[in-house]
């Protein structure tokens, strides 16, 4: 076994974390799974699909900015409790509405708002506490890399999960059992120990503060290309995932298990890809791994986008998969190992606005092209497009990553 892949094991916080996290993110995607199935079957409009998407993370765009601040400014320990908890009670809240209602879709697309707010305030201060959980500094870019193993293997078995629950029990069944699993990181996070926290007076206005942070990421080029690139990914090339479920049951005239078997193909790729970056040297030069991947990506889906045949179809998801997730976890590695630790938070709001909020525009924009051009040209489109950015931004990667 190779010991650099859980060297970050060491830190007791963070083991913790990751046991919890583990559980909770494998019912985060069967909810995911479900809802877009839901909304799918319900309205048969890939229009209605995006829309689902750009509920669900498109307030975490707009309160990202207020996020960073609150994890700058206070206590991410107990921020992240409350999200954890506020989570919970949304995951329940949709199922009692499934389960005891006859429920409308625009009754889904205002729950999912409010996971998205949740989740604004929730990414900034998980992400900059994983920072704090790791004793020894040089052991985070491992952190980062098996956080992001962890969420490739909750994508990879949740959607399979889901899409048996959701032909044998029902959607409301999948989000009663991620409300279930937000437990296991609740716990988790009560028995992780911190040095006590220690209040520092804040003289300056959320909204300058939210200014530095956006200064602060202008004048740092090394940071800001690389959420610039995520942003352009995020807009153009990941609502790929949108629609997948009519690939699901139009293309390959399969049903919920076929969407959840497309989605574990692409989580079971990303999962791979995690465990590359996990087990790399921690002086490996990720800007490289980026830009090849970038283009990987483009091929798989371009190769994807016209394929009946569902092992083929799978085997490409799969690729497409691995290469997927180097543009979250590279990004969130460079960010923070590279920011300053006051800046911290704010930075990664801005990650995560160009993650969460790109996503769902782009997800609104791919479900309208569909609708016209049709879903396989779509995704053929978006193959290009991820060669095309690659291309673009290869002389700024070039810089750092090719010396």
């Not at 048969?44 to 750009?54: E, N």
């Not at 004793?135 to 949740?158: Q, R, V």
């Not at 996990?278 to 490996?284: E, G, M, R, T």
């Not at 525009?361 to 290009?384: A, F, K």
């Amino acid at each position: 076994m190779n010991i650099n892949l859980f060297r970050a094991f060491r830190s007791r916080n963070y083991r913790l974390y990751f046991s919890g996290q583990s559980v909770s993110l494998i019912g985060t995607w069967m909810q995911r799974t479900a809802v877009y199935w839901l909304i799918y079957t319900q309205t048969h409009s890939t229009f209605m699909l995006g829309l689902a998407a750009f509920a669900s993370q498109f307030p975490s765009f707009l309160f990202s900015p207020w996020g960073g601040v609150v994890s700058d400014r206070y206590n991410r320990y107990r921020v992240t409790i409350i999200t954890q908890i506020a989570s919970m009670i949304q995951a329940f809240l949709l199922a009692a509405l499934v389960i005891f209602t006859r429920y409308n879709v625009w009754e889904i697309l205002t729950l999912s708002i409010m996971l998205g707010i949740i989740n604004a305030f929730d990414t900034p201060a998980r992400q900059s506490m994983v920072n704090e959980m790791v004793k020894k500094k040089e052991d985070l870019p491992n952190a980062i890399a098996l956080n992001s193993s962890m969420g490739k293997f909750a994508w990879l078995i949740g959607p399979a999960i889901s899409g048996i629950v959701l032909e044998k029990l029902g959607a409301g069944t999948c989000f009663l059992i991620n409300g279930l699993s937000y437990m296991a990181v609740i716990v988790s996070l009560l028995l992780i120990k911190f040095p006590p926290y220690i209040a520092h007076a804040h003289s300056k206005r959320a909204m300058k503060e939210f200014k530095e942070g956006f200064v602060y990421l202008k004048n740092t080029p090394s940071i800001g290309i690389i959420v610039l690139l995520l942003g352009c990914v995020s807009l153009l090339v990941l609502p790929f995932r949108t629609l997948l479920p009519v690939y699901a049951k139009v293309i390959f005239k399969g049903n919920a298990s076929t969407f959840g078997y497309l989605n574990s193909s692409i989580g079971f790729g990303a999962l791979i890809g995690a465990i590359f970056l996990a087990s790399l040297k921690p002086d490996i030069n990720l800007k490289k791994i980026l830009a090849v991947n970038l283009s990987i990506f483009g091929v798989a889906l371009a190769l994807f986008s016209h394929i009946t045949n569902l092992p083929t179809a799978l085997f490409f998801a799969m690729i497409a998969g691995f290469a997927i997730m180097s543009q979250t976890t590279i990004a969130n590695t460079i960010i923070q190992t590279s920011a300053s630790a006051e800046m911290r938070g704010r930075v990664i709001s801005f990650f995560a606005m160009a993650f969460f909020g790109m996503e769902p525009l782009g997800g609104l924009l791919i479900g309208t092209v569909s609708q016209y051009i049709g879903t396989p040209d779509t995704i053929l489109i978006q193959g290009i497009a991820s060669i095309l950015i690659a291309i673009i931004f290869l002389p700024y990667l070039r810089k750092d990553a090719f010396n």
